[in-house]
């Protein structure tokens, strides 16, 4: 109630009341992907999320985009982030979950998983407020039926990713998390963050849940650069 009085809920697209971004311009801004990808490889997958041959490479069953990076995008995770318009990490869900209406294949998987997320570092949970990677995840776990769990601690303090080369990304990131859980956990989980770049921060809480004997482990993230 408070943050709708000063952060009034009207699209920051064409100005319409209700929402930080209406249905039509959800429509007309996302770029949804069309076709999804194979993240190791790049070339177009038609069944399954990687490629066979792929599947050497990497920790993740497969990585399902939503829509690209773009500068509407950008802008859009950039305000969520450093402004704090809690409400638009829904608007975000809402477009996700849009998406995933349209894909059986990742809808049952996510229904059939638990889901979890990339987490932040306890100094930036506190100087943001919170993670909207867990927002956004709890949001799609409860569309979806299934359940949203902290799976994922991170063991040490990681350089901020941005600037740096992929190889330095990785090395950065090497087994910088772990899976830390006492309850039960489905075979097959759910790893959710908002922007994916070169894949090495999902790679590794890939890694972290395989190592705790996750069977499959998917991606999903509203964004790919
Ligand atoms: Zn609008
Ligand atoms: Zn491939």
Redesign the pocket.
């Known amino acids: 109630m408070i943050l709708d009085l000063i952060f009034p809920k009207i699209c920051q697209c064409c100005g319409e009341v209700g929402s930080y971004i209406c249905d039509s311009c959800i429509e007309k801004k996302f770029k949804y992907t069309l076709k999804q990808k194979?993240h190791?490889?790049k070339?177009a997958?038609n069944k399954g999320m990687?490629?066979d041959?792929?599947k050497a490479e990497s920790f993740l069953d497969g990585v399902f985009i939503i829509a690209k990076y773009d500068k509407f995008i950008e802008n859009y995770i950039a305000d969520i982030k450093y402004e704090f318009y809690y409400a638009m990490i829904q608007d975000l869900v809402k477009v996700m979950n849009k998406y995933l209406e349209r894909n059986k294949k990742f809808k049952k998987i996510i229904a059939q998983s638990d889901v979890t997320y990339v987490p932040l570092h306890f100094w930036r949970k506190r100087w943001r407020g919170f993670n909207q990677a867990e927002r956004i995840a709890s949001g799609i776990a409860e569309e979806w039926g299934s359940k949203c769990k902290r799976l994922l601690k991170r063991k040490r303090n990681t350089k901020c990713q941005v600037g740096l080369k992929k190889k330095e990304r990785l090395n950065n990131l090497k087994d910088a998390f772990e899976c830390k859980y006492s309850g039960n956990v489905k075979r097959s989980v759910v790893i959710i963050d908002d922007v994916m770049t070169t894949g090495s921060t999902l790679e590794e809480c890939g890694k972290a849940l395989k190592d705790a004997d996750i069977e499959k482990v998917y991606g999903l993230v509203a964004a790919r650069g």
């Open positions: 194979c190791v490889c070339k997958v990687i490629h041959k792929c």
